[in-house]
Each structure stands twice: as C-alpha cells, then as structure tokens.
C-alpha cells in the first residue's frame, strides 16, 4: 500500500481513532491501528474490548491496501511531524513515513490476528454534534469512579420520541440534561447505560457541527458523524430514575452570579484540607448575600457574594467543596438558580429560569455544616 495526504488530515484521523485503544492489553493487535486504503480513502479503525472507532479521511491512493501497526507510537510520529503533505508506505515489513526530509520506519503486525470491527447497531435518530458533545460533559461530572460499581460509573441514555436524556450518579450526585432527538421513527425508546468515560472520548472526538446519528441495539450503542464511527459495548444494570428525587416541596430559591460564585468556592476552599464542608449561610430577601466559609481552628476562609432569594429565614446549607465546584462549572448560564431543602438535605442547581422546565438539573446532597 501507499498513499499521500496531509500532515493534519492524517494527524487528526489517527488521533481520533487511537481514543479507544486500551493503555494496556494482553493482546497486542489490539494496541494496533488498522489502516486500509482506496479509492482516495483512508480508513484507520482502532478496538479494544469496550469499543471501536473507524475514522475516513480523503487520501491520495498511490496503491490501495492495508496495514496494522502500533496505534500510540504512529500518532506520536504524526505529532512531530512537519506540516505539509506525507508520504506512507508499506515496504517489505516496515511501515514507513515520510515528511520534508524525514522518516520513519514501523514494523507492521500480523493483520490475520486482527478482529473485525463490530457493526453499527440500528440508527435511531439523530442529535445535533455540539449540543451532544456539551451535554455529555456536563452530565460525565457526577458519574462514579469507584470500578466495583461499574453501572455507576456509566451514563444513561434514554430516548423517547423526541427527546434524549443524559444522567449519571454516583449515589452523591445526581446530573440531567435533555436535548431534542430526531427520532427514525415515533416509537423510538431505549434506556441504556454506557461508560462515562468512553461515552465523552467519543463526543469529544466527533466534532462540533453538524448531525451525530445515534444507533442503539442490545448491546452496544454507536455513533456516525462526518467519516467517524464508533461504537460502545453497554453496562449491565440500569440507573436510579430521578423523577422523584427531583421533586422539591417549597424550596428556598436562591439566584447568584455562576462565574463570581466558582470563584469564591475556588478560592474559600483552598483551607478546606482532605474534603471538609463549604458552608454556605444566606441572608434573605431580593438584596440578599450568601457567605461562604471553609475551614477548620486556625486555618478559615471567608467571603461574602450577592444572593437574591424570595424567602424570608435565614438558611446554612454546606457541601462538598469538589462537588459544588464540578456542579457548578458544567453549566454555561450566567446565572444559576439554588434550590435548597436545608441542611443534610437535597439541593438542586440549574440554570437561567426561563419559565420552561430547565434542560440541565444537578442534584448534590448537602451535608451537616461545620463549625468554624
């Protein structure tokens, strides 16, 4: 095989198809990437056992074929080489590239010992790339990061008519976010559960315009966009339903700045050593202020913000400090609305109230303030 193509085309189709390869495996093909070239095509398609990516770019075919070498070391070659177009090609058991006066040599493994990649499931519908891209990052933030909880460490994904649902939970945290789904049909559902972590390497690897068609079977769930493919095999288990969790009975209603209150939990929390609580206390009224404090004896921090509420008794509410902070930063809102039960108990954060049930909700359980 060999063909020529630009030193970022193939930069970019190697760097998105290297995403789902395996830190370590047992296995060394599957370390590899696949390229396979044709008719001015390129394909590069990567596997491990959790998921698959197959990534097409345009490529000037000198001779068509294929070829499997170290996925990790080809896209640092790819890193450092010069701008301008490259030449690739198979010679003899040597995968060679060539740059502006420099080259580089790769053994090529055994294509015979390579899987097939797996099919894309039934496409569903489709979302629109940077709305899903945002709405998975936002979501990923409360996923669990404990493995012998694997369903926890997963995202659900629920699709029902026109509508598609992100959440996850680590069991102290509880992040939604709807987005509109054009649906192949008007009995499209599903209600499935994939890996955090491989759901927001493939969102980040599948651009930020245009349509991501979304493909979901018993096993895995898939996603197609602009020459990308990639699938995801599913988690076992299902997520807890938020829809009465969420239902708060009277809660105060507290309105801030989002970008003033990161900062103040950013800098209070700096003397919040090995996780103690943020304290929030609220002063009421449509002038009202909200003082953060966080620490312990000597070492305290302290600052007071602007908080408008429509309540009339003060309130103390504290929180994880890394909680508060990943909820707050996933939103993009200038303003953010707090909705609080009272101390030890559920408190929701969502955006802009723009008089329609809010797209994106994050749930954290306050905890017992501290005394400082």
Do not use: W
């Not at 055994?110 to 499931?121: G, K, Q, T």
């Not at 012998?148 to 460490?153: C, E, G, N, S, V």
């Not at 898939?222 to 969790?245: I, Q």
């Not at 996933?330 to 797209?359: C, W, Y």
């Amino acid at each position: 095989m060999e063909f020529r193509m630009e030193r970022g085309a193939l930069t970019d189709a190697v760097s998105r198809a290297a995403r789902v390869l395996p830190a370590r495996s047992p296995v060394p093909v599957l370390g590899g990437l696949l390229l396979d070239v044709d008719d001015g095509l390129l394909r590069v398609s990567g596997l491990d056992f959790e998921a698959s990516a197959r990534v097409e770019a345009e490529a000037h075919t000198v001779r068509p074929g294929k070829v499997l070498v170290m996925g990790r070391r080809l896209l640092d070659i790819c890193k450092v080489l010069p701008d301008g177009p490259v030449e690739c090609a198979v010679e003899g058991s040597r995968f060679t590239v060539s740059a502006d006066g420099s080259r580089f040599g790769l053994s090529v493994l055994p294509l015979d010992d390579y899987p097939v990649l797996p099919p894309l499931p039934e496409v569903r519908g489709a979302v629109e790339a940077g709305e899903f891209a945002s709405a998975v990052a936002q979501v990923a933030v409360a996923a669990g990061r404990d493995d012998t909880l694997p369903t926890l460490t997963g995202i659900r994904i629920g699709l029902d008519g026109s509508t598609m649902t992100l959440a996850a939970t680590d069991r102290y945290r509880f992040a939604v976010r709807t987005l509109p789904f054009k649906a192949t049909a008007r009995d499209v559902t599903a209600d499935v559960v994939v890996s955090a972590r491989r759901l927001a390497e493939t969102a980040r690897s599948l651009g930020r315009s245009g349509q991501v068609d979304v493909a979901v079977d018993g096993g895995s769930v898939g996603f197609e966009h602009a020459g990308t493919r990639t699938t995801v095999r599913l988690l076992d288990g299902r997520l807890p339903r938020h829809d009465k969790l969420f239902a708060l009975k009277d809660p105060v209603v507290v309105v801030m700045d989002r970008a003033r209150l990161v900062e103040a939990v950013k800098r209070v929390s700096v003397v919040a050593d090995g996780g103690s609580p943020l304290q929030m206390a609220f002063s009421p009224g449509p002038d009202g202020s909200v003082l953060l404090q966080a620490g312990f004896e000597d070492d305290v921090a302290a600052q007071r913000l602007p908080a408008a509420s429509a309540g009339d008794a003060e309130l103390t509410v504290a929180f994880n400090p890394a909680y508060l902070l990943d909820a707050l930063s996933s939103f993009e809102d200038a303003t953010v609305l707090m909705k609080l039960m009272g101390p030890g108990q559920r408190a929701m954060i969502t955006g802009r109230d723009d008089g329609g049930a809010a797209t994106h909700q994050h749930l954290l359980m306050s905890v017992k303030p501290p005394l400082l």
